[in-house]
């Protein structure tokens, strides 16, 4: 099982101090944090992607593409990227070219975003949300696995003997995760074509994440790629810990109180008990993501948002050494305790190519309602 974090890259007013940093230093921030989760022994590190303010991170292929230099051994993956507003043909190819050069260690998460405006930046439509998610990871599954494409859809121009540069390291294609809060069209496209369905898991009731995940299992299931409890999982999650509880909630609450995207709503607490936010001790991080299994199975990957909302580099860091030192070693040994053998282990470069997993799928043509603003 991988265990990592991700950043959404928000530019925050730190509600303690009134400092906000610049882009430039969050910028500066976010490559210390993703390089610290390396050295703490961490899996993953994914990076958001955002057009608007207060967000930075318009380019996750950028950033990645820097810490494949700086960095020899997590996995460089997105939190996600958009594949609503991206021309499939650029993401085919620059992601390919991430995967060559951190020698296999990429993914991505693909997403339709929640934030309405950036279709239109973009030149589309946030009605036909769905249908763009659809048919453009048609045409970018289609790249990555044909050497020569012709093609035509709906929303760009047809395609005729094209070829996209790189090709995939390896000949194996980069492993994508659909990621969705609350669409079924995309777990359903995620199972389709046999792909992970990466489960955001910050905002939503336990209940609504068991129901998307468990479509997903089952419609896996229904394309024949093996079981349901064989399907690929991933899971969201939002920590902050200290060495006791009681510390934890003192500090962390000014953050959440004025958090550009919970603050002035629910109290802490109410939060807390609603949704998989923990706020606590090492150990109580640990009882409630052990949780997590009862009602998603047994999964292959957990991230942690951990980097928000104007936390200071320091509390990050001291968070990462936290999630490292006490909570993931524990994680590890428990999940792996309770795996069964046929549940197969998070998706790397590596296991792919040696077992030889760069199947050929027609695009998937799936039943798509109009999108309104629906997250991602």
């Known amino acids: 099982m991988q265990f990592g974090i991700f950043s959404v890259g928000d530019i925050t007013q730190d509600p303690t101090t009134g400092r906000t940093p610049t882009d430039a230093s969050r ?25 608007n303010p207060p967000f930075f991170p318009s380019s996750p292929v950028a950033i ?3 810490l494949a230099a700086k960095t020899s051994r997590i996995i460089l993956s997105t939190a996600t990227t958009l594949i ?13 070219m991430l995967q060559h050069l951190s020698g296999g260690r990429m993914d991505l998460v693909l997403g339709r975003g929640n934030t309405g405006p950036v279709y239109p ?14 048919e ?8 990555w696995r044909e050497e020569y494409v012709d093609w035509e859809g709906q929303f760009r121009t047809p395609l005729q003997g094209f070829q996209s540069t790189p090709r995939p390291l390896d000949g194996v294609p980069p492993f994508v995760w659909h990621g969705s809060i609350r669409s079924p069209q995309i777990a359903e496209q995620a199972a389709y074509y046999g792909d992970g369905f990466f489960a955001n898991h910050i905002f939503w009731p336990a209940s609504h994440t068991q129901r998307m995940i468990g479509l997903y299992r089952q419609r896996f299931e229904h394309y024949g790629h093996g079981s349901a409890d064989q399907a690929i999982v991933g899971l ?10 009681q510390d934890a909630v003192r500090e962390f609450r000014p953050y959440f109180d004025n958090a550009p995207v919970y603050g002035h709503g629910p109290s802490l607490e109410e939060f807390t ?14 009882d409630r993501t052990l949780g997590f299994r009862d009602y998603v199975g047994d999964y292959q990957r957990q991230l942690f948002l951990m980097d928000h909302a104007g936390l200071p580099l320091k509390t990050v860091l001291e968070q990462l050494d936290l999630l490292g030192e006490e909570v993931v070693p524990v994680l590890r040994r428990e999940f792996a305790r309770v795996r069964p053998s046929h549940v197969p282990e998070a998706p790397t470069h590596a296991a792919r ?18 999108a309104g603003s629906e997250n991602e």
Not at 236 to 245: A, P
Not at 273 to 286: D, N
């Open 353 to 370: 190519l040696a077992a030889g997993n760069s199947q050929q799928q027609e695009p998937v043509t799936l039943s798509a309602s109009p």
């Open 27 to 51: 910028l500066s921030d976010v490559l210390t944090i993703a390089q610290h989760a390396e050295d703490v022994g961490l899996d993953v590190f994914a990076m958001g992607e955002h057009h």
């Open 136 to 143: 453009k990871y048609g045409l970018l599954h289609k790249l």
């Open 236 to 245: 969201g999650g939002q920590v902050f810990m200290r060495k006791n509880s």
């Open 121 to 134: 930046w973009f030149g589309e439509d946030i009605r036909q949300g769905i249908p763009l998610a659809i």
């Open 64 to 66: 990645n593409s820097y």
């Open 273 to 286: 008990s609603q949704t998989p936010l923990t706020v606590g001790s090492p150990q109580e991080v640990i």
């Open 84 to 96: 609503t507003t991206n021309d499939p043909v650029r993401l085919a190819e620059d992601y390919a």
